[in-house]
């Protein structure tokens, strides 16, 4: 799997700051700022090969957009989705949460067209409007979806906040390794937690679990049996000196700017944000074409 430059998600972090910073401060759901961060990473990816559809719909009162984008090629019935949410809240620009998704998602994307990637399965992107309202558009796509469509997708990796400053590695707890929580998720979750596990390991950084508690964009696709995963590095709680002693970083919240106007290109671990940005890399190589290291049939 490629390694993916840094310094190019960075760059795409400092455009939706300038987004946000040109239309009063945020990219929220119905304002200017969202579209705007739309149309940037739509364009980026129509150059580069995919195949967009920007969906609309409706919430209170106000139009908001998901951004769908295939990779030509690979097995249909055999998708493999990977996705995070555009919006912010109104109270600052959401760099953490969640341009770092969507900007480790987009640099992904661009370099599956950059290295030619073909692989078995087919890979669909999407970024999600509303989520901080309720997953609005993640549920309106897969509620969009017939169920014949619905079965077509084979995985789901979420990605929403992997750049926090004080940042914990915390993957989906697919397997329910930890006993806590609701539960394993869907079949094939395991899989994907242990894809993930394993590219933390080649790097040496341990990795903690994070239950399915219904709080991001995979809420609406396990709630129909689809398989997810994914990584996320703190929002509100606060370190303990355990995972200090873990992961370094101090016993303060894992994101003290989450939600706030502070939640800058500042409010960014640019070492998260590389480590998690490659991880992301890895998953889709592996898990969509065991590593793309296969000899040709
Ligand atoms: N989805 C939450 C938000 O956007 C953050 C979060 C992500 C919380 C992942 C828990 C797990 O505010
Ligand atoms: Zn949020
Ligand atoms: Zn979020
Ligand atoms: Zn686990
Ligand atoms: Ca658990």
């Known amino acids: 799997a490629p390694d993916i430059p840094v310094a190019n998600v960075k760059a ?25 961060s739309v149309t940037y990473v739509k364009n980026l990816l129509d150059q580069a090969g995919f195949t967009t559809s920007q969906q609309s719909f409706t919430y209170n009162g106000a139009t908001g957009y998901n951004l769908i984008a295939d990779w030509p090629g690979g097995d249909t019935s055999d998708t493999l989705m990977i996705g995070g949410h555009l919006d912010s809240v109104t109270a600052g620009p959401g760099i953490n949460d969640n341009g770092s998704g969507s900007a480790a998602n987009l640099e992904v994307a661009l370099q599956v067209a950059r290295s030619g990637f073909q692989p078995d399965r087919h890979l669909r992107f999407a970024w999600w409007g509303a989520e901080e309202l309720g997953l609005r558009g993640s549920t309106a796509y897969v509620n969009s979806l017939t169920s014949a469509q619905r079965s077509q997708i084979t995985g789901y990796l979420n ?53 399915f508690d219904g709080r991001s964009d995979y809420g609406p696709f396990i709630a129909n049996g689809i398989p997810a995963g994914g990584i996320f590095t703190g929002a509100e709680g606060t370190k303990t000196s355990a995972q200090v002693t873990l992961w370094g970083g101090t016993a303060t919240r894992f994101d003290p700017c989450y939600h706030a106007s502070c939640d800058t290109t500042s409010n960014i671990n640019d070492t998260a944000l590389d480590r998690n ?13 065991g590593g793309g290291t296969e000899p040709p049939p």
């Open 277 to 289: 940005s490659d991880a992301i890399a890895y998953a889709v190589w592996t898990l969509a074409d």
């Open 159 to 211: 990605f929403d906040m992997v750049g926090s400053p004080n940042p914990g590695y915390f993957l989906y707890d697919g397997d329910n390794s930890d006993g806590t929580g609701s539960g394993p998720g869907p079949a094939g979750s395991a899989q994907i937690e242990a894809t993930l596990a394993a590219y933390f390991t080649s790097i040496g950084v341990p990795t903690r679990g994070t239950d």
């Open 12 to 36: 795409h972090l400092s455009q939706f700051q300038s987004i946000a910073t040109a239309n009063g401060g945020n990219r929220a759901h119905g304002r200017p700022g969202y579209l705007a």
